[in-house]
């Protein structure tokens, strides 16, 4: 099994666990590369559930300690292992549910924005919060969310780098259901096998015509997010945000 990341299956249903439960389930590269591998066999899935260990958190982002060094060439390619995931999420021929389960912040939003349904407990708090790290969404946010929740939402989360309740998340169209904490795993699982049930092909069908009404103007919009996120590393305020995250302090942006 690959390591960070666990597999489940039940009928047609292959659950997707990111299990560093001690680290808030922040993705690192290893963390990133085996959930890559892990997608690998969730292909013959009909129903695909992605969602992280413990109560506290979905993922809480990713590896900051590890981006805070990074220079424009290697965020760059830390952006690209982001976005392949991402799309392997939004492209895969099975409906993908992300079970919400607490945190997902940063990278975290960002991999529950490539899935097609959201479904959050009640103690979950969403946000692309990169902003005060003194960069921007990495892995598909910027495009990904405006589409979802429109643009003046999507502005305020990303300028601001607002943390939202469940319930805020379900108001402005970020999640589509939010449950009790107790409630999270049957809801989500009940909604899987009625997925599961449905025809296959009509569902991958019907998923593949609705990824077609952004394809065009949203990958070239992705390209141009990789290429501003990697740009920031170097700057003053990336060393800065990430520098006081890691020192668990307030930043002093320039």
Known sequence: MPENVTISRIDGVATVTIDRPDSLNALNVNTLEALDRTLDETEDARVVVLTGAGEDAFVAGADIGYMKGLSVEE?????????????????????????????????????????????????????????????????????????????????????????????????????GEVVPQDDLDSVVEEMAHQLAEKPRFALAAAKEALNQVHEGPQSAGLDYEKRLWSGLFGTADQREGMEAFVEKRDPDFE
């Not at 830390?78 to 992300?98: F, K, T, W």
């Not at 405006?146 to 990303?158: E, I, Q, T």
């Open 75 to 175: 965020a760059m390619e830390y952006a690209e292992l982001g976005h392949e995931i991402c799309d392997r999420l939004a492209d895969h021929s099975a409906p993908v549910i992300a079970a919400v389960n607490g945190y997902a912040f940063g990278g975290g939003c960002e991999l529950a924005l490539a899935c097609d349904l959201r479904v959050a407990s009640e103690n979950a708090v969403l946000g692309q919060t990169e902003i005060d790290l003194g960069i921007v969404p990495g892995w598909g946010g910027t495009q990904r969310l405006s589409r979802l929740v429109g643009d003046a939402a999507a502005r305020r989360m990303v300028f601001l780098g607002e943390r939202l309740d469940a319930e805020a998340a379900a108001e402005i169209g970020l999640v």
